[in-house]
C-alpha cells in the first residue's frame, strides 16, 4: 500500500498566488521528501525534512512536518505558470522509499 | 554525462511474453527502486535493492522479476504472470544510508499489443 496521501488531489490557482499541499503517512519515517513530476518524465527532488525537524525553506518551497500527526505540508509561495506540475510526497524509512498519490497543481497565468 | 538510463523508452509486448527493462547509473549509488506509474496515480513500488546481490519485494512484487548482479545494473523482467502491465514504469537511485534524495531516469512506457 502506498504510505502517503496527498491532499488536494488537484489544485488549480492564479499566478502569484500561494499553494498549498498537504501529506499524511502511516508510520514512523527517517525523512520525508517532496517531488515534482512534469507529465510524461521523471521525477525531480525538491526537498527534504528529517523525522527531527519540523521546518525547512529552500527559495519558494516551505515544508513543514508534524510527526505526531503524521503529516507534511508543501507551500509554494508567489507561484508562476511554470510551477504547473504534479507533486508527490515520499516517506523514507530505512532507504523504502514509499510515495503518495501526488496533487496535480494548475498554475494559470 | 552522469545519471541513470533507461530504455527502452518506449516498448509493447506481447501476451505471454517476457520483456525487460534496462536501468544503468553512473553515481555509484548502492540503492535502486523500481516504480510503477499508472495514468493519473501516484508511483508503487515494485523492487529495490541495496546492495549488489540483493533485493527487497515491494509492494507490487507479483508479476515481475529483478536481478543486482553489478552495481551499475538493476534490470527489471515483466513476465507473462503480469496480466496488466500497461504502465509507465521509472528507475531511481539514492546514495544509501540515509542519504534519502531519489535521482530518477527518464522512465519507460510499456504497453500491450
Known amino acids: 500500500s502506498q504510505q502517503g496521501e496527498e491532499d488536494p488531489q488537484a489544485l488549480s490557482i492564479q499566478e502569484g498566488e500561494n499553494a498549498t499541499m498537504n501529506c499524511s503517512y502511516k508510520?514512523?519515517?527517517?525523512?520525508l521528501q517532496w517531488y515534482r513530476q512534469n507529465s510524461g518524465r521523471g521525477l525531480v527532488h525538491l526537498i527534504l525534512i528529517r523525522s527531527n525537524e519540523r521546518e525547512k525553506h529552500s527559495g519558494r518551497l516551505r515544508v513543514t512536518l508534524d510527526t505526531s500527526k503524521k503529516s507534511s505540508s508543501l507551500l509554494i509561495t508567489a507561484s508562476r505558470a511554470a510551477d504547473t506540475a504534479s507533486y508527490f510526497c515520499?516517506?523514507?524509512?530505512?532507504?523504502?522509499?514509499?510515495f503518495g498519490a501526488g496533487t496535480r497543481l494548475t498554475v494559470k497565468p | 554525462d552522469g545519471g541513470i538510463t533507461q530504455s527502452p523508452k518506449y516498448l509493447f509486448r506481447k501476451e505471454g511474453q517476457n520483456v525487460t527493462l534496462s536501468c544503468e547509473q553512473n553515481?555509484?549509488?548502492?540503492?535502486m527502486y523500481w516504480y510503477r506509474q499508472d495514468p493519473g496515480q501516484g508511483l508503487r513500488l515494485i523492487y529495490y535493492?541495496?546492495?549488489?546481490?540483493?533485493?527487497q519485494k515491494g509492494d507490487i512484487a507479483e508479476g515481475y522479476s529483478v536481478s543486482r548482479e553489478k552495481k551499475e545494473s538493476f534490470p527489471l523482467t515483466v513476465t507473462s504472470a503480469q496480466k496488466n502491465p500497461t504502465a509507465f514504469y521509472l528507475c531511481?537511485?539514492?546514495?544509501?544510508?540515509?542519504?534519502?534524495?531519489?535521482?530518477f531516469g527518464s522512465g519507460t512506457q510499456l504497453s500491450v499489443l
Open positions: 531511481a537511485t539514492n546514495a544509501g544510508q540515509g542519504m534519502g534524495k531519489l535521482f
Open positions: 553515481l555509484n549509488h548502492d540503492a
Open positions: 535493492s541495496q546492495i549488489v546481490n540483493d533485493f
Open positions: 515520499a516517506t523514507d524509512r530505512y532507504n523504502d522509499m514509499r
Open positions: 508510520t514512523s519515517i527517517n525523512n
